[in-house]
T-cell receptor, first 114, second 113 residues
Framework: DTGVSQNPRHKITKRGQNVTFRCDPI?????LYWYRQTLGQGPEFLTY????????KSRLLSDRFSAERPKGSFSTLEIQRTEQGDSAMYLC????????????FGPGTRLTVT | QQQVKQSPQSLIVQKGGISIINCAYE??????FPWYQQFPGKGPALLIA?????SEKKEGRFTISFNKSAKQFSLHIMDSQPGDSATYFC????????????FGIGTKLQVIP
């Protein structure tokens, strides 16, 4: 399977714990995006990488959130001191710089904070 | 601020009928308008997209109509099939920037036999 993969697919954690999600983009895709999707809503942009550089962060990305993309390959999204409001689907997408709007999404990681 | 407004939020159509989803945008910086299809447990998948210099684009049973002056666009699914049952998102993006996509709230389509 050469699509975008995300792990884990599901994560249940207790409030206050830290969690980390991983995204493996389509190989050679130099752009990588993180989105958050809550029930009944469309995905909302969180942050964007071009290669290893994080170029934009949404105001939705509080100080408890951090994302990295070492070596411009896979990316991780960490949430520290999770809150119940963090419960959502976290989606990763990747694209090529040369592709104007074809973002390919992964299946997402569903986070439940109890 | 909801930059892309989408309606209806749910839609039930009989097999063979036409499904119509409408969207309106506020951000005049958007220069492309993709539609995504999402099945339960899956990420959104690009279905079809249009640029504002085109008033209509058709791909198979899917057609986008675009009205730049009204800042509105719509998706028509002709001959709707049960396999089309999914959530559809309209969106706006700026191809000159980081190409992040701003999504509408989504329309849950159910096609009944």
């Amino acid at each position: 399977d050469t699509g975008v993969s995300q792990n884990p697919r599901h994560k249940i954690t207790k409030r206050g714990q830290n969690v980390t999600f991983r995204c493996d983009p389509i190989s050679e895709h130099n752009r990588l995006y993180w989105y958050r999707q809550t029930l009944g809503q469309g995905p909302e942009f969180l942050t964007y990488f071009q290669n290893e550089a994080q170029l934009e962060k949404s105001r939705l990305l509080s100080d408890r959130f951090s994302a990295e993309r070492p070596k411009g390959s896979f990316s991780t999204l960490e949430i520290q001191r999770t809150e119940q409001g963090d419960s959502a689907m976290y989606l990763c997408a990747s694209s090529l710089v040369s592709s104007r709007y074809e973002q390919y999404f992964g299946p997402g990681t569903r986070l439940t904070v109890t | 601020q909801q930059q892309v407004k989408q309606s209806p939020q749910s839609l039930i159509v009989q097999k063979g009928g036409i499904s119509i989803i409408n969207c309106a945008y506020e951000n005049t910086a958007f220069d492309y308008f993709p539609w995504y299809q999402q099945f339960p447990g899956k990420g959104p998948a690009l279905l079809i997209a249009i640029r504002p210099d085109v008033s209509e684009k058709k791909e198979g049973r899917f057609t986008i109509s675009f009205n730049k002056s009204a800042k509105q666009f719509s998706l028509h699914i002709m001959d709707s099939q049960p396999g089309d049952s999914a959530t559809y998102f309209c969106a706006g993006g700026n191809s000159g920037g980081y190409q992040k996509v701003t999504f509408g709230i989504g329309t849950k389509l159910q096609v009944i036999p």
